[in-house]
């Protein structure tokens, strides 16, 4: 959006102005920075314990962040990363140097306070910066939304859930299921009813399908035969011309076979003799229920 295009490099000129400064000459930086710094290093580990001791590092720190957050912000690339980053050194210099309430000089003073005041305002605009996604749903908000969906869905699909009370065949879904089952049924008795009504015209319309059928047959029989034939002689032609190449195929597929066939023989042998065992056991079955039929038959006739 334009309006961002032009916003941003205005906001990163004071920050990058001030960065450059700083590395040219630290020292009033590191002054400004020094009360700061001293705070942050009670702040427990691992925070107080990995800032610098000097403050004229930690001063040439803040101003590279400055000048490379500004360059990021003033060129659109990671707006919101370069202003949080940005927002952060603006608090070591506004509380260091700008500490107004400790100025006794009235004029001095006011300016010290208008500074403060300016810085707060930059810190105020590197905010909005920091949280502004451009017209697009925020993480927090599409967060929300999905947990919302989830949430209907879930409820959708289990709809006797505890809190509703409600119980699963009064749902929806069971009222759904109940109303296809329902269609289903009268559409099957309907068709029911189609296939009665029409049963004897189909049925008339297969005994004349199947007489015409059958003329056909009788009119074509004598062709066909004339064509098979002839076609018998040109395949008994091919046959005795391809008899020696059949021959010596099945010859070296003899072999194959009966190598296979001596392979097998055992186990071919033993599930002979495991069908034979089963045929005697089943012959005896059946020759025990012949008896007591034939038994049953007897006391019938006599």
């Known amino acids: ?31 400004a920075a020094r009360p ?7 702040l427990p580990d691992p925070i107080g314990t990995n800032l610098p001791s000097d403050a004229e590092t930690f001063a040439r720190i803040n101003a590279a962040v400055q000048i490379g957050g500004g360059l990021l912000l003033a060129t659109g690339k990671m707006p919101r990363l370069a202003s949080a980053a940005l927002a952060f050194t603006v608090i070591p210099g506004s509380l260091g140097g700008h500490m107004f309430w400790n100025q006794s000089d009235p004029q001095r003073k006011a300016d010290e306070r208008r500074a403060f005041m300016t810085d707060l305002s930059l810190l105020g ?4 910066a920091a949280v502004d996604t451009e017209g697009k749903p925020s993480l927090g908000w599409r967060g929300r939304r999905a947990a919302r969906k989830v949430t ?12 509703s009370g409600a119980t699963l065949a009064d749902s929806p879904l069971a009222e759904k299921l109940g109303h296809g089952l329902h269609a289903a049924r009268e559409r099957g008795a309907e068709l029911a009813d189609v296939a009665r009504d029409r049963a004897p015209e189909l049925a008339e319309a297969a005994r004349e399908r199947a007489a015409a059928l059958a003329e056909i047959a009788r009119e074509r029989g004598p062709v066909i035969a004339d064509a098979a034939r002839g076609r018998a002689a040109e395949i008994a032609d091919v046959a005795r011309e391809r008899a020696p190449e059949i021959a010596d195929a ?45 038994k049953k038959q007897r006391r019938r006739l006599s």
């Open 36 to 42: 700061a710094l001293e705070g942050m290093r009670q």
């Open 1 to 31: 959006m334009l309006i961002r295009r032009i916003a941003r490099p205005l906001l990163s000129v004071a920050f990058i102005g001030q960065g450059v400064d700083a590395l040219r000459n630290p020292k009033p930086a590191a002054d």
């Open 125 to 128: 605009g590197l905010i909005i």
């Open 250 to 294: 099945a010859k070296g597929r003899a072999v194959t076979l009966a190598d296979a066939a001596r392979e097998r023989a055992p186990e071919l042998a033993e599930a002979a003799q495991k069908r034979a065992e089963a045929a005697r056991y089943r012959a005896g079955d059946l020759a025990d229920t012949a008896r007591t039929q034939t």
């Open 152 to 163: 209907e869905a879930v409820s959708a699909a289990l709809p006797a859930g505890a809190a």
